[in-house]
């Protein structure tokens, strides 16, 4: 079993920045794969970023590249997601998850955190 708490959210104006934390627990952290999803209302969950294992190798979702940056610490079981150059249409309940191998489909990971709200104004 592994626990993931997202924290790091909040209201700020477009053209701001937000770093989000995914703390985890439960398992050897450095044995998965992290990503971030989204998920605005009445939409489907969205890929956002994601990071390999030993965290050399990134991937990300074309909407956020070059504005947003995911990064990792195993030594402290923390998933990071930096977030500059907020638009209004960042707006979303953001998710840290987990698995076993890298995937961009939300359905294949194993374990999930319960989310964090980022709001952007105008």
């Known amino acids: 079993q592994v626990q993931l708490v997202e924290s790091g959210g909040g209201l700020v104006q477009a053209g701001g920045f937000l770093r989000l934390s995914c703390q985890a627990s439960?398992?050897?952290?450095?044995?998965?794969?992290m990503a971030w999803f989204r998920q605005a209302p009445g939409k489907e969950r969205e890929f956002v970023a994601a990071i390999i294992r030993s965290g050399g190798s990134t991937y990300y979702a074309d909407s956020v590249k070059g504005r947003f940056t995911i990064s990792r610490d195993n030594a402290k079981n923390t998933v990071y997601l930096q977030m500059n150059s907020l638009k209004p249409e960042d707006t979303a309940v953001y998710y840290c998850?987990?698995?076993?191998?890298?995937?961009?489909?939300?359905?294949?990971?194993?374990?999930w955190g319960q989310g964090t709200q980022v709001t952007v104004s105008s």
């Open positions: 439960g398992r050897t952290f450095s044995s998965y794969f």
């Open positions: 998850a987990a698995a076993v191998r890298f995937t961009r489909v939300a359905g294949a990971y194993d374990y």
